[in-house]
């Protein structure tokens, strides 16, 4: 069947062929839309949320404050004041005469009542319209509390999801060099990009700490405002989801002369990789010798029942179409390991760079899509008659209205995916899917049911 793609998305839409490789990315949001593409404030929420020691108000229509409450599920090992939702309510009149007074008054509450170490007050569409003084209130709510009070410029309206990662870089980056560095390690780095769903960031401490690297601070997922002050002392920044926190690195770098490297704990390949870059960079022989053997440890037990599943996955065929083009790479490869095809993958944040790394990884006919819509992605699930479907909450309704198989890669999975262990959580997952008895009831597999119970009565 031919696949429906409307005229205005024509270039952001390429499969994988003999014509040259272009592929139209990162464009603005449309404001008001719930659209595939989240907005500028979203972003700056997704990254800074799981401070789980900060204060987060959103200053605007209570609208806006519905992404706020445990939007990814980020866990902490201790404090949970990110789980609690605060918004100044914004009502006609306040948009009529100014929100500050309310701004200020609720921040002065808030602060006295849970004792915050710092406080981000997100502005949203509506005050950038009316010209709210966010950075004035901040300084002088900061002043009067005695702790850092940030305003993270975040209105919806400026661009996309991607220019919210940048505000809430921002935002971070006033912390950073305020705090004491005394003590820490030469042989140090900081988790930036990783949001710790189900856990996993705990996972990632536990090998570097098996290397004899210490952890100064994770940014942000179980992260504490005390270790993005001294963030700064950190020999390295490790960067996974570089959509989001790759600006921060970049600010570090500039003004500390603190190196960066891209990494991904997805996967067996990248995980791998991800330690030995650590390693390289620290030029230890010790600390490669514990990473070699880290490394074939895991794998020791991991690849004897990775490959009972590929003997049962081999030929099936996979979507994707995840937040950060990042983590497309890595699930590619997985599926490649397990023996899968994957015949369609896109994310909603790729840059030109991440989408030609899609395009040399893939195979011949993949279709590489941005920025995708759910009419959109229901034709190309129907047309590749693929197997099983890997999104986040908002895709899943749709393979599962398709009678596809789905696995959740966003905010909303409880499983580790990240690590050696996650891998194998994965490959688990994907099994019990993709071979579940559950699916020949389908109407899509009506026909080969028919022909199933032919061949099985004869």
């Known amino acids: 069947m031919e696949s429906v793609i409307f005229e205005e998305r024509q270039n952001q839409v390429h499969r994988k062929g003999k014509q040259p490789f272009d592929l139209a990315c990162n464009k603005d949001s449309l404001a008001g839309a719930v659209s595939q593409r989240a907005c500028v404030f979203c972003g700056s929420r997704v990254v800074l949320y799981p401070i789980a020691d900060a204060l987060h108000l959103v200053h605007g229509p209570i609208g806006c404050a519905a992404y706020t409450w445990d939007i990814r599920g980020a866990l902490s090992s201790g404090p949970e004041l990110h789980r609690l939702s605060f918004s100044t309510d914004l009502q006609e009149r306040d948009v009529i005469f100014g929100g500050e007074k309310k701004l200020y008054r609720a921040l002065k509450e808030l602060i006295e009542r849970h004792h915050p170490k710092a406080a981000f007050v997100y502005s949203t569409c509506i005050v950038g319209l009316i010209g709210d003084d966010l950075e004035g209130v901040c300084k002088k709510a ?20 991607r220019a919210g990662y940048h505000a809430a870089c921002q935002a971070m980056f006033r912390l950073v060099g305020t705090g004491d560095t005394t003590g820490i390690s030469k042989k140090s ?87 030995y870059t650590v390693a390289r960079f620290f030029d230890d022989p010790k600390v490669m010798e514990r990473t070699r053997k880290l490394v074939r440890d895991e794998l020791a037990g991991l690849y004897p029942r990775l490959q009972e599943f590929r003997r049962a996955l081999t030929g099936k065929k996979a979507a994707i179409y995840v937040g950060g083009a990042f983590k497309a790479f890595s699930l ?16 909603q944040t790729g840059t030109p760079q991440d989408y030609q790394e899609l395009h040399d990884i893939t195979d011949e006919g993949t279709i590489i899509v941005d920025d995708s819509n759910p009419l959109e992605l229901s034709s190309f699930l129907k047309e590749k008659d693929v197997d099983i479907f890997v999104g986040g909450v908002k895709e899943r309704p749709i393979a599962y209205k398709l009678g596809v198989g789905f696995c959740d890669h966003n905010h909303e ?30 109407p899509r597999k009506a026909g080969v049911r028919g022909q199933w119970s032919v061949a099985s009565n004869q």
């Open 332 to 347: 590619v490869k997985a599926f490649r390991l397990l023996g899968m095809e994957v015949v369609l993958v896109g994310s």
């Open 142 to 161: 900061g002043k009067k509390t005695g702790i850092p009070v940030l305003p993270v410029q975040s209105e919806g309206f400026k661009g996309n999801k």
């Open 189 to 275: 780095l900081n988790i930036l990009g990783d949001f710790n769903l189900a856990g996993e960031i705990w996972i990632i401490r536990d090998y570097f700490k098996r290397m004899g690297i210490e952890v100064v601070a994770n940014i942000t997922g179980d992260g504490r405002v005390g270790d993005l002050q001294r963030a700064h002392g950190a020999a390295l920044n490790v960067v996974q989801c570089s959509g989001a926190t790759m600006d921060l690195a970049l600010m570090m770098e500039e003004v500390y002369g603190i190196p960066h490297v891209r990494v991904s704990y997805f996967g067996v390949e990248d995980m791998a990789e991800s330690l």
């Open 413 to 442: 999975r409880k499983e580790a995916l990240e690590g050696f262990v996650g891998m194998l959580n994965f490959a688990q997952e994907v099994y019990n899917t993709v071979m579940s008895p559950v699916w020949q009831f389908v």
